[in-house]
């Protein structure tokens, strides 16, 4: 018995063997189908947007779905399936254009119908399934159809904002989804909108997903009935990669043809390898949190001024650039990314790295140094616990190195306490923003700031602050750019809001990231953003590459 | 009248052995056995003298990012420029301990648990044992992500879920071991003779079984040094410490492979192999010269379980 | 009547340790320290109207015996909760990644056992020369290296020649399923091949000492005296004498393997049920991980049970 499992298992491997090697398959060359393979970073989580948090989530959806408008690489709005908008003079009524005759990938007309159900929807159930997209649909009363080709949108005030936040709801087509808009609605989140029975999942955009294995792969299609200029190629694949070196050794030999985020000590390989790698900017964005509630019962020394001064002064920007990043990031100033383009204020500068400075601060706030080097505040040493979470690690770790070597220098110890996402935060808002001192972590916003300023709001306690910052100053200027109509002066109140920001330190920013991917040099024509090549501010990326 | 006190230890007292006379009996068996041993000692030693050894700071950046080997740093530097041979050496002492203590409480707890219920039979012996059985079939790694998940990443909460799950077998092969001296005639006079039980364990029953339960801990400082490896490698290690495991992390999350960075990667493995492999063959040797026929625990890193393999169910050892 | 009496104790063990497990299952997630409501929301900023709305929907608000009942309930339903990742029962998630696993495992573990009884034998066969040695040792040297090292190694040095990451080639439009076969055997090669070669070398020694063991019996020295050949002597008797703990290693490791090919998934990123924990941790997906912790566990005692079966069926010991 033994001997016949022997006889199998040698047949097959000889089998597998005589199949030629390599991961090839599909792809290019031949005359056959043109197909682009990217490595993805963290995968469709899911298909359904009502669902799905992660950014390859999103850029999905962009490719599948029509949006009213898209982001260009100038960071203007332009169309997509809406072709013109205006409002009315007291903006409380937003008319779009759309695109006449266009069809869904089953054939099924695409019209203001599938529009009007998919923003009605949302509002209908956005205290529950459809809460993710209640910041989209801020004061919308109802969306209408006088036609085919139009809708209209109804505000029960003036939102500064409506062209970003119409750039983030993906359009969904109503013959599909109408039937999961009932009741309750929960049904809209279970749909898990896969492809079924050989057929894609219907879709309006680009391309359409005709295969998706959970944590695996996902194919893209050209879809034949998109409204837009057709993409060059026939389709592409996202495949996860567990395994960063893995990816780097695939394209080098081939088996890949680009990589949407790169990891910074990899740029050098693959450029000795001939890979393109483009660099630019990026929206993500790492710091170094302190706890600013102003009701904190214990390390109120944290709340000193001079204190996180003199922490910004002995934190080594340029340090970190280059041991943590290699070189690939910017020292970091204010909240609002440069890549934001006009909304990033360029006067607020940081602090210098300067530790006699930082000493001379402390001394002056009055917590000298003991016999240990280590400084006392209010009777207890200045030793403080990190916050670590798991996004940080790799780069993170040694950012923090870096920092803790150099607050020993200031007579503060620091200790890294690494943790899961989801217990940091437990941890941040346990007893109303008490319980912890110091963290590290990063935000990737959207391109309008209104987002990431939010987060320093009194109100998002216990939702997306932490950092248990709350004045009341602020609050009133975040309400305030929150109606602003007039760009010039929200452009104002933001910048105003980044330089008080940077003046009480909730957040001491540390590095902005760099956008990093790479692409084989058969291909060109990707389009590059603030969000790599697969973003999901446009479709125009994936439209235009074509093999070299 | 003087009184004589008969220690009832003496009486028919199994003959007396030269000490260390089991470790020639165990060198002679298994000439392998010195060569682990040697492998052994030598990273005890490291560990030990760690902080006089070390050329350069665990945390000093002495070079450029991922610096290849040179005349000043042996084996490099890893992705934040920090000589390897310093790193190496620290990571042998926290490796070694996590390792030593791990195995220490697996033993502590399993030998406890071994020695009572070999010792005193009966309804003590099933209900321990039952114990035992539904614990062996924990998984170990999956065990040790959802502890790590939940309570945090650190050095003790890794070390003691470790302890919790290797004692399992542990206490297997402690028992069976006890049921035989048990058995033997001179114990069995010792307690007619009205020596207490706690009495008989300590002088009669722990000595025969010490050996087997030096060789078990010896075994299971291998897999807990395989399992904390394991652990770091999947991000639930103590970034705040410098492992041997943890040194593999960094450098594969830092792509250091594929940069070609190999002196970054390859010796802590080679590492971890070399003591794995001394502590293998220094503990199945003694294991085998106690009691070739016992053939008991075999141990399975890679399962990351010790477990017995003559008999199974209630005829299991 | 001894055999019917066995086997019935060994599934009473069974089905008894099967009950164990799940409640042990469900004490490890729910009456553990950590605020298991904030736990849930995967992104963790959850609103007060959705942390209510779930405390409701998974009852939490109970106390713990009324949670312990229907958790009961659901798993007799085969209701492992709802993953909160993707939305979909976490128990259609685990199937496809266990169906992932085993195939995988099964190959290793099968390259294993060939390669631990070759190298067995031979080592037996030249016992104490230098290729009894070498092998021995070779054996130990991979059974010592770390996994996840070992992976890496594997595949800077076979990059080039055989696929190192997932399970499938990228195809578009659907292959023949010979040819579908062909290419998941092909991606399985070198995680099934990493798990193997640290795996062999417990196969060798025992294999190794079985054959000793036997080749100084009696009838072997019969055997050979009637003229038998060296090589039909081990083939007949000795090999045979190996068999038992072969097999029993065999059937004992796989629900242990199983578990522990996290490792070999993450490197290779081989989309199975490791991974799957290894992701449900950092996706803070509590309902994934407490499902497939309790698949994981519950393999191990259906294998450990097969392996009791086999035992007494294998073992010429045993009389009935």
Redesign the interface.
Known sequence: M?RA??RV?VL?LV??AC?G???????GGDGG?V?L?IAASDFI??M?PY?G?NDDSYSAYQYIYPYLNQLDSSLNYVPDFATSWEHSDDQLTWTFHLVEGAKWSDGQPLTSKDVTFTYNTDIKYQ??PT?GAAGSIAHLIKVTAPDDHTVVFHYSQPVPTVLANVQQNAILPEHIWGQYATGDGKAL??F?NLPADGQPVVSGGPFMV?QF?????A?F?RNPNYYGTAAQI??F?L????????????I??G?LDAIESV?V??V??LQDAGIKVFIGPGLTERDFIINSNPDKTVHRELLNPLVKQAFEYAIDRAKIVE?AW?GYAQPATTVVPPATGAWHDPTVQPLPFDLAKANALLDQAGYQKGSDGMRVADGHPMAYDVL?P?SE???G??AF?II??DFEQIGVKL????????????TM??DNYTKWDLAMWNWTPPIDPDFVLSVLTCGQY???SDSGYCNPAYDKLYAEQGKELDPQKRQQIVYQMQKMVAEDRPYIMLTYGQTIDAWSPNWTGFVQSVQGLFPFLSKESLTSVHPA | MSRILIDPGIVDAPPKRARGSWIRDVLRERPSAAVGAALLGVFVLIAIFAPLLEPYGT?E?VGP??GPPSSSHWLGLD???IDMVSLLIEGTRISLTVGFAAALVATFIGGGVGIVAGYFGGWTDVILMRITDYFLVVPDVPLMIVVA?IW??SLFHIIVVIGILLWTTTARIIRAQVKSVRERVYVKRARSLGAGNVRVIFRHVLPQVAPLMIANVVLAIAVAIFDETALAFL?LG???STSWGTIIE?A?????????AWWAIVPPGICVALVVMGCYLVGQAIEDALNPRLRVAHLSVRTFRLRPLAGRGEEAL | MRGIDYVAKRTAFALITIFVAITLNFVLFRALP??AV??L?????A????KA?LTKEFGLDKPLAEQYLLYLQQLAHFNLG?SY????PVWI?LR?ALGNTIPMVLLGT??AV?LG?LTGVVSAWRRGTALDHISTNLAIAFYAVPTQWLG?VL??VF???????????????SLSTWAHI??V???M?MPSTTLALTLYGEYTLIVRSAMLETLGEDYVLTARAKGLSGWAVVRQHALRNA?LPTVTLMALSLGYIVAGAILV?????W?GIG??V??S????DYPMLQGAFLILTLSVVLFNFVADLLYFRLDPRITV
């Open positions: 033994k499992v022997v298992v097959v089998a597998s199949t090697s390599g991961a090839g398959g599909g792809g189908p197909f393979k989580d899911s359904n669902v948090q205290d529950g809460g989140k279970t898990p005709t294995k959970p944590d695996e792969v194919l299609e026939d389709g694949a495949q996860l990669f567990s395994n960063e070196d893995a990816e780097i050794t695939a080098q030999n088996q990891p000590t990899s050098t390989t041991t290699l670590f798991g690690r790799g780069a770790d040694r190195q803790q070597g200790t890294q306490r690494p943790m899961g996402g989801g217990a940091v935060f437990s808002t346990a216990g939702d997306w | 945390h950046q990012v991922f992705d934040g420029g998940a945090g990443p991000g103590d970034p705040t960094h594969f999350l830092r792509t250091a492979m594929s940069r070609g | 950590g605020d904030s736990d929301a995967r992104v963790p900023r609103t007060p109207e959705l709305a709802i990742v993707n939305q979909q998630n496809t099968i390259f060939v009884i890496l595949i800077i990059a080039k020649y055989l696929p190192t990451y997932g399970r499938t080639s990228i195809s578009f439009g062909k290419d055997l092909v991606h090669l068999m998934e993450a490197v290779f990123s989309p991974r799957a290894y992701e941790v950092f996706n803070n």
